[in-house]
């Protein structure tokens, strides 16, 4: 079967009432907990994860996620025009431009503009997964177990190397992740490893305990804490008016969300880079070439519509690496990777060969709810920007129901149960620490691939330790870790500061405006 | 507000290094050789690479720390985060009780118990909650097909 053909099975297999269903549920889900301040994608799914565990397509149970993700993007632009607070990361930039145009009493027509600059980069992202990622897959199937375990090597290293603030605290992170992955009976020669004779410890920890621990649960206590601080003060949100974007407008706003979209697409493309970076560069890009660039951090649509376009062109793309070469390029992507293996899939260029309409299918679902983002989202906006004035008191507890019953669902043993309490203590020490944990589940997620194909090619190399350094393709994906790192971590030191400045900028003048409002 | 201000870098660098450490030696305990060799690589190699990577990092960040003052400063504020440890404390309880009395007993009271520390006293929350803990058992068990632990309920659910 030609690859055009399994491309049009597999939006037949998309349009489908329970893959629809999924798609819009999905998006609903990422609108209302992204736009949520303090609660991210990831959490959105993570929460919608073990519900997807009963679905029997896994394709379906990805579409459903990857709905939830690009949901997510576009919600956090909701609380960022309406509250001035971004739902998600990578709506920061958003607020530069969302909220005073809200506060001119404008905010439909900010919301109408960071919906149709998301709905266009994502369309674009996606199409982009759609014509790339089978070429890249094919590039990259002639790997062997060899190549496989430099390239899980690559994907920890980046992740590690850019995620919280130091170096060695990423690489300990990740390798903390690949170390309690090991915990348990070792699945080739059947020794224990670490259990200290307990006897729930025999079967190892489970990924999705943990990422409902260090990522789910740890955020939402946190929130609540802020909560109990705060006395429950909410902050005002603006209402929303009638007066939304004109076509003129729309028209207007096209060039910003293009180059953004093209910016953002190249970048999310390479591992370990994502939205939160993506949107300040393209942001910067298009202050610099826009004809009013003095109208930007006041209230100008071309911003809005180049940070919101940026972060919805970042799904498709960052979905490349990780459906191709198994890499994730982000937090979000790396939590994805695991919902891959939780339902039998494994990301990599064999998926596109052995489950090419699986594969296809999930771009495809990727692809339609990017389309549908902007219908939903003309109808459902007004309604999910209510939730951000909803008590938190009200959430977190059903979000908390739901960790702890979505975790014992994994396997249906208590003790996913313990570990998810166990970890949400030590997710507060890697909190005093400073240690971020994304690389730590990008570890636990990996590890298996990791020792399966490390001890795959000992046996077929006769225990040549050197044989990584050996093959020609796995040294040179070796050297590009080390290329890469680096130069991700210049680049991401480049863009935290562009972000201070481009932050204090905006603040300044958000505090500007207050006062001639006051 | 008394303010504790904790250098993480040498904080991550002395409890994941003392970590690592005691994990290097236990390792010939804990991780024993197999009795025959059937060809793969040793089951130490994959935890033992990854305690001496934590080792070296540790060691990097206390060099970063007290040769360097490279730092990090986390304040820790009592009054703030006491609020997040007895959240997690409760959380604790509750997977402790849903162990003995089960998921819905424990639910309700670690949750109602969790909206009076958050100053919550209109009764229409505390339904909700009570419902909210309902609604999640019975949607595990009718449209998921898992069981949460029932407890002393079992009987009647």
Same mark, same amino acid.
């Given at each position: ?18 893959n ?22 990831t ?15 896994p ?8 709905a939830?993700?690009?949901?997510g ?14 739902g ?17 009493g404008h ?39 060899v190549e ?9 290293s ?28 070792d ?10 004779g ?18 789910a ?27 939304g ?51 930007f ?19 498709g ?8 070469m198994g ?74 129901l ?13 003790k ?15 909190k005093?620490?400073?240690?971020d ?6 570890g ?10 490390f ?17 020609p ?18 680049i ?27 | ?11 991550a ?5 003392v ?18 060799d059937s060809g ?6 994959? !935890?033992? /690479?990854c305690?001496?990577? %934590? $080792? ?9 720390s007290? &040769? =360097? *003052?490279?730092e ?20 604790i ?20 118990g ?8 209109? !009764?229409i /929350?505390?339904?909700?909650? %009570? $419902?909210m803990?309902i609604?999640?058992?019975f949607?595990f068990?009718? &449209? =998921? *097909? ?12």
């Open positions: 079967m030609g690859t055009l053909s399994v491309i049009g099975g597999a939006f037949a297999a998309v349009f489908t009432p329970t629809l269903l999924f798609i819009f549920g999905g998006m609903l889900i990422g609108m209302i907990i992204g736009c949520i301040p303090g609660l991210s994608v959490l959105g799914i993570i929460l919608f994860l073990p519900l997807t565990y009963g679905i029997k397509d394709s379906t149970a990805i579409i459903a996620l990857l939830v993700y690009v949901g993007m576009y919600g956090g632009s909701i609380s960022a025009i309406t509250l001035n607070t971004p998600t990361n990578s709506a920061i930039a958003t607020t530069f431009d969302g909220y005073p145009l809200a506060k001119k905010v439909l027509k900010a919301l109408d503009t960071s919906l149709f600059a998301s709905s266009f980069g994502g369309i674009v992202g996606a199409l982009l997964l759609l014509l790339l990622a089978a070429p890249i897959a094919q590039l990259v199937s002639r790997f062997t177990s496989y375990f430099s390239m899980a090597i690559l994907g920890i980046l992740l590690a190397g850019v995620s919280g603030n130091s170096l060695p605290k990423g690489i300990l992170s990740g390798l903390f992740g690949i170390f309690l992955a090991s915990i348990g009976v699945a080739v020669t059947g020794v224990s490893r670490f259990t200290f307990i006897p729930i410890l025999q079967f190892g920890i489970d990924m999705l305990p943990a990422m409902i621990a260090l990522v649960l740890k955020q939402v206590v946190g929130k609540l804490g802020e909560f109990k601080i705060k006395g429950g003060d909410m902050g005002a949100a603006s209402k929303i008016d009638k007066k974007l004109t076509l003129k407008e729309a028209k207007s706003i096209l060039p910003a969300t293009a180059l953004s979209t093209g910016i953002a697409s190249f970048i999310g493309a390479m591992p370990g880079v994502g939205g939160g970076v993506a949107q300040f560069l393209c942001y910067n890009q298009a202050k610099q070439v826009s004809r009013h660039p003095e109208q951090g006041k209230g100008s649509l071309e911003g809005i519509a180049a940070a919101e376009s940026s972060n919805n062109a970042v799904v793309s960052a979905m490349i690496p990780l459906m191709t890499i994730p390029g982000d937090g979000v992507t790396a939590l994805l990777l695991g919902a891959f293996i939780l339902h039998g899939m494994q990301p990599g260029p064999n998926m596109f060969t052995k489950q090419a309409l699986q594969a296809y299918t999930i771009i495809a679902g990727c692809f339609v709810a990017n389309l549908f983002l902007f219908p939903l989202g003309k109808v459902m906006t007004r309604l999910v920007a209510k939730v951000v004035q909803v008590r938190y008191t009200y959430l977190a507890p059903a979000i908390m739901f960790c702890f019953a979505g975790a014992f669902a994994g396997t249906g043993n208590f996913e149960m313990i570990f998810c309490a166990a970890l949400l203590v030590f997710a507060y020490f890697l005093i620490m400073e240690i944990p994304i690389p730590m589940l990008l636990l997620i990996l590890a298996n691939i990791m020792e399966t194909n001890v795959t090619a000992m046996m077929s190399y006769d225990r040549d330790y050197l044989i990584f350094f050996k093959r393709i796995s040294l040179v994906i070796l050297i590009i870790t080390v290329v890469l790192v680096a130069s991700m971590i210049r991401n030191k480049k863009v935290d500061a562009l972000n201070a400045k481009q932050m204090e900028e905006a603040t300044e003048l958000h505090e500007q405006m207050n006062e001639e409002e006051a | 507000m008394k303010k504790i201000k904790i250098k993480t870098n040498l904080l660098g002395l409890v994941m290094g970590f690592a450490i005691v994990m290097l030696a236990l390792l010939p305990s804990q991780v024993r050789l197999p009795m025959w793969a690589p040793s089951p130490r190699i994959i !935890p033992g /690479i305690l001496v990577g %934590i $080792l070296i990092c540790s060691a990097i960040l206390i060099i970063q007290l &040769v =360097f *003052h490279k990090h400063i986390y304040e820790f504020v009592w009054d703030h985060e006491k609020h997040e440890l007895v959240l997690i404390l409760a959380l309880l509750f997977v402790v009780l849903t162990r003995f009395i089960g998921f819905i007993p424990a639910g309700i009271l670690i949750f109602c969790v909206q009076w520390y958050e100053n919550e006293r209109k !009764p /929350i505390y339904i909700y909650t %009570i $419902l803990v609604f999640v058992f949607l068990q009718n &449209v =998921f *097909h898992v069981s949460l632990p029932a407890g002393f309920m079992e009987r009647f659910l």
